[in-house]
């Protein structure tokens, strides 16, 4: 059991399962996070089929009854957590003017993207204060950023998924608070942008492969010395908040 342990949320498919597979071959043990469990199961099954040391978690990020029995989980099983990587998110809006989007629309966005990941990390971080070094990474999103959505020369700027953005701009706000407030513990927070990658999701369909999309989130949850916190980053460097 000396396997680095990692939580990814929303594994089952898409980037997360990419995730959960290129740190399971590196040595780490995954725990999948799924709220399907039936397709939790199967992506379980293919990881153990590749060697993978993997178990699941049915959890829902917006539920907080089902982020507690996980906890809860982790806790009896393992009794610490090495790296958490809140990945489930949902984009509700695409394409709609912010002007008419629909409150709830908004809310649903908020309700994955940005309360459930606060909640899980505020659930599992007593268990990642048990290890002796521990990585939270945000997946965010370069259209979250409002350096770049209010440049009229970034493809962002015409970008409307107001909801969506809003909640990831949130999430980076949480990466620089939460860094912030851990800044002398072994605990280190980032948000990380994928870039625009071909995948499920309704942002989905880009240019980037799922491959490429995860390579700055696998290099920096394998990053050996855990130095860099408070960050938002993808394979480019730095991307300004
Ligand atoms: N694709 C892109 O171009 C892009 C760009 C920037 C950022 N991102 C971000 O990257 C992350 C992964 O996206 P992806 O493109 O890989 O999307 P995806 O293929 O749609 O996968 C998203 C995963 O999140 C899960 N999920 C959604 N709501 C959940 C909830 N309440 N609880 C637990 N899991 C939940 C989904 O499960 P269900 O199928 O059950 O809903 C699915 O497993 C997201 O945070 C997304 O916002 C994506």
């Known amino acids: ?52 040391t993997a178990n699941l978690i049915l959890l829902d990020v917006a539920d907080e009854t089902s982020i507690i029995a996980a906890q809860q989980a982790i806790t009896s099983d393992f009794g610490k957590l090495d790296n958490l990587i809140n990945n489930a998110g949902i984009t509700l809006d695409n394409w709609e003017k912010p002007s008419t989007l629909a409150i709830e629309k908004i809310r649903g966005d908020f309700d994955v993207n940005f309360f459930g990941l606060v909640s899980v990390t505020q659930h599992m971080l007593p268990l990642l204060s048990k290890s002796t070094s521990s990585k939270i990474i945000n997946i965010s999103s370069a ?34 608070d939460l860094a912030n407030e851990l800044k002398d ?37 394998l990053q050996p010395t855990n130095s860099i916190s408070g960050t938002f980053s993808d394979t480019d460097g730095i991307v300004p908040w």
């Open 143 to 176: 259209v979250g950023s409002l350096t770049v959505a209010s440049d009229p020369t970034s493809s962002v700027y015409k970008h409307f998924s107001f909801g969506y953005q809003a909640s990831k701009a949130a999430v980076n706000m949480f990466t620089i």
């Open 185 to 221: 513990t072994q605990i280190t927070v980032n948000s990380v942008n994928p870039g625009w990658v071909a995948t499920d999701s309704d942002v989905g369909g880009g240019p980037k492969t799922i491959k490429e999309g995860v390579a700055r989130t696998v290099e920096l949850a």
């Open 1 to 52: 059991m000396n396997k680095p342990l990692t939580l990814i949320t929303g594994a089952d498919k898409g980037m997360g399962f990419e995730i959960a597979k290129e740190l399971g071959q590196a040595g780490h043990h995954i725990l999948l996070g799924s709220r399907n469990k039936d397709r939790g199961i199967t992506a379980v099954n293919t990881l153990q089929q590749e060697g993978i």
